[in-house]
């Protein structure tokens, strides 16, 4: 097969491939881009592979960056842009199923390629666009198959984070996974505790994000690696009922956290309890905690605007999102956004006066009653008590304080 037009990140790169073959050397675009492009789908990160050592690469080449050299990887910078060129290479023993004991470097691509997680990732590319497959990979890419390069129990000994990699890519391209592919990771699931949470974090929230949702989740509860990862394991039902929602689809990582912590029955604490539990960062954190409390509120039909102002627009579309995909409440999220603009102000530096107003105009002092006058000067705007305007608001100020 030969891809005739290639995508402009290819073309760009095209030189880099071109000294690194004048020198004598081989080098092939590979891997996920290569996938992509024959897919048609937007590409990414251009890796290129190469049977120059890193330190003939270094010698090619004005700017390089040692990103990975013990792993055969140097960067490459070229108008700017960084290209990851990495040494053919082969791998043995893998004690902890994450690393490789050793690395060697070898001039032949087919032993490079042979160590790759999945056939359709084992493709390489040439610069005229000729595609070589070594592993019946294009077939695999024609037929929507999923397949571990040669023998899957060895792939996934060798990393166990290819098995999360598996069913995201179940997900990700609505693909079906091969039954020995399958059945190796159901044989080998309790490999992924060996995984540090932060890389099954990624492929799982990817998989969550994908084409095919459900396809991929079907398959990380068939295989048992939900019973390896945070606070799943106790909640393999209502994992399980996820299947059984239309349209799921998912457009950012709050929806994906928010919508497993409410089928979980959480609270809004334990729903950022969870994130937390995964490493998630603390603004996620926080986001997932807004959304459902928000979602709280819609099922109790108590929406107010001071939790609508606390929540902020984009978490609100996440608990309009979530209320209709989980049944729980059936919320325009027009209608809700709408509300929300209409609310008095959106942010305390939007009213008309400041905590410098109070101390100047209402002789007060900093500390703890300031910060509840502007407390309370705040809820009453939002409920439209008084407008936003700064003597109303310094008379309404004066008048708590009296009382």
Same mark, same amino acid.
């Given at each position: ?5 290639? &995508? /402009? ?5 095209? &030189?880099?491939?071109? #000294? ?28 290129? *592979?190469?049977?120059?050592? &890193? *330190?003939?690469? #270094? ?6 960056? +040692? ?32 690393? &490789? ?8 691509? #087919? ?32 037929? #929507? ?5 040669? /023998? ?21 391209? +609505? ?17 992924? *505790? ?18 095919? @949702?459900? *396809? ?19 909640? /393999? ?64 039909? +108590?929406?107010? @605007? ?50 410098? +107003? ?9 500390? @703890? ?6 407390? /309370? ?27």
């Amino acid at each position: 097969m030969r891809v005739t037009n290639l &995508p /402009q990140a290819f073309k760009r790169a095209l &030189p880099i491939l071109e #000294k690194i073959q004048a020198a004598g050397f081989e080098a092939y675009f590979v891997g996920g881009s290569v996938r992509d492009t024959i897919l048609n789908l937007p590409i990414h990160d251009v890796d290129i *592979a190469t049977s120059a050592y &890193p *330190a003939e690469i #270094k010698e090619l080449f004005a700017k390089t960056v +040692d990103t990975g050299i013990e792993h055969g990887t140097v960067m490459v910078i070229d108008h700017g842009i960084g290209y990851e060129i990495t040494t053919f290479r082969t791998e043995s023993t893998y004690q902890d199923f994450r690393r &490789p004991d050793k690395v060697e470097f070898v001039r032949s691509l #087919k032993e490079d390629l042979k160590r790759r997680d999945l056939t359709i990732n084992a493709l390489a590319l040439r610069p005229d666009g000729e595609v070589i497959d070594l592993f019946d990979g294009l077939a695999d890419l024609e037929s #929507k198959t999923i397949r571990a390069v040669g /023998q899957a129990r060895e792939r996934f000994h060798e990393d166990a984070l290819r098995m999360m990699r598996t069913v995201r890519f179940a997900s990700q391209l +609505d693909f079906e996974i091969e039954a020995q592919t399958l059945a190796a990771i159901k044989e080998n699931a309790a490999l992924l *505790a060996k995984i540090a949470l932060e890389r099954i974090n990624v492929e799982w929230v990817k998989l969550m994000l994908g084409k095919n @949702p459900k *396809a991929g989740l079907a398959d990380f509860m068939a295989t048992g690696l939900f019973a390896y990862c945070p606070q799943f394991k106790e909640h /393999q039902a209502q994992l399980n009922s996820l299947l059984a929602i239309e349209n799921l689809h998912l457009d950012n990582e709050a929806e994906v956290w928010t919508l497993l912590a409410a089928c979980f029955g959480y609270r809004p604490e334990q729903g950022g309890q969870l994130v937390h539990a995964w490493k998630g960062s603390n603004e996620l954190k926080a986001q997932v905690t807004k959304a459902l409390r928000a979602l709280e509120a819609m099922k109790a039909g +108590d929406l107010s @605007p001071k939790l609508q102002y606390l929540t902020g627009s984009e978490m609100l579309a996440v608990a309009c999102r979530m209320a209709r995909l989980l049944g729980l409440a059936d919320y325009s999220s027009m209608a809700v956004l709408l509300a929300y603009e209409g609310l008095p102000i959106h942010s305390r530096a939007e009213l008309a006066v400041n905590g410098k +107003d109070l101390i100047t105009l209402l002789n007060l002092k900093p500390g @703890p009653i300031l910060g509840q006058l502007l407390d /309370q000067i705040e809820e009453a705007v939002l409920n439209r008590q008084v407008k936003n305007d700064k003597l109303a608001l310094l008379e309404y100020g004066r008048s708590q304080l009296e009382e």
